[in-house]
């Protein structure tokens, strides 16, 4: 559960990412002046969102809410369906002796505690779909909000992502990659709203 939260939340955070962190208009450069890029004159420059989604706690802390919560759910499901196989079961062991009338009771019974179960388990599998779609939506909205103010604060015109898994930057010179920084930052941002 935790790599496939992890995969969803990297490719929700590179395919929205793009668009997203267009940060703000300063102009244009013209080409006759234009120095080789560095980080400190850079217009644009990527964030490695693989290494940022390992890095950030933020990010670290919203998978082990997910996990917490994805594993109470299976094992209340675990407790409940075991719960329901003992009843099963011990209908089995009297379902010889007991009437056809009681029998047929009892198997409607059985089947509507079946359904009562598959109902339960879907639901319980959608709650967690939406919990995960809303952690990831907040650690999309704080990871945009921090880069839009980042690129802001350091003049770049655009901040994109490369991701292994979703290469949206096929290549990037090291030199404008800027997540080192932007991990630092955003675990002290972290750190303090947390207290």
């Known amino acids: 559960?935790?790599?496939?939260?992890?995969?969803?939340?990297?490719?929700?955070?590179?395919?929205?990412?793009?668009?997203?962190?267009?940060?703000?208009?300063?102009?244009?450069?013209?080409?006759?002046?234009?120095?080789?890029?560095?980080?400190?004159?850079?217009?644009i420059v990527y964030v490695n969102t693989d290494t940022l989604l390992n890095k950030y706690e933020y990010s670290k802390d919203m998978v082990k809410r997910l996990q917490a919560k994805g594993d109470a759910?299976?094992?209340?499901?675990?407790?409940?369906g075991a719960a329901f196989q003992r009843e099963v079961d011990d209908y089995?062991?009297?379902?010889?002796?007991?009437?056809?009338?009681?029998?047929?009771?009892?198997?409607?019974?059985?089947?509507?505690?079946?359904q009562e179960l598959q109902a339960y388990q879907q639901n319980a599998?959608?709650?967690?779909?939406?919990?995960?779609?809303?952690?990831?939506g907040k650690l999309f909205d704080k990871i945009s909000d921090f880069t839009k103010a980042y690129?802001?604060?350091?003049?770049?015109?655009?901040v994109?992502?490369?991701?292994?898994t979703n290469p949206v930057v096929l290549y990037g010179d090291p030199s404008l990659d800027v997540t080192a920084d932007v991990v630092k930052r955003l675990n002290d941002q972290y750190t303090k709203?947390?207290?």
Not at 4 to 13: C, E, F, H, R, Y
Not at 95 to 103: E, K, L, P, V
């Open 151 to 158: 690129a802001k604060e350091k003049g770049y015109k655009m």
């Open 160 to 164: 994109l992502t490369f991701s292994k």
């Open 125 to 136: 599998q959608a709650q967690i779909q939406n919990d995960q779609a809303t952690e990831q």
């Open 193 to 195: 709203d947390k207290k």
């Open 73 to 80: 759910a299976k094992e209340d499901l675990q407790s409940k």
């Open 1 to 43: 559960m935790k790599s496939s939260v992890l995969n969803l939340a990297k490719s929700g955070l590179a395919i929205i990412v793009l668009g997203a962190f267009v940060a703000c208009n300063h102009g244009t450069t013209d080409s006759k002046t234009a120095v080789a890029p560095t980080p400190e004159k850079a217009e």
């Open 92 to 114: 089995k062991k009297v379902m010889n002796s007991i009437s056809a009338d009681q029998r047929s009771d009892k198997e409607q019974l059985l089947q509507r505690k079946q």
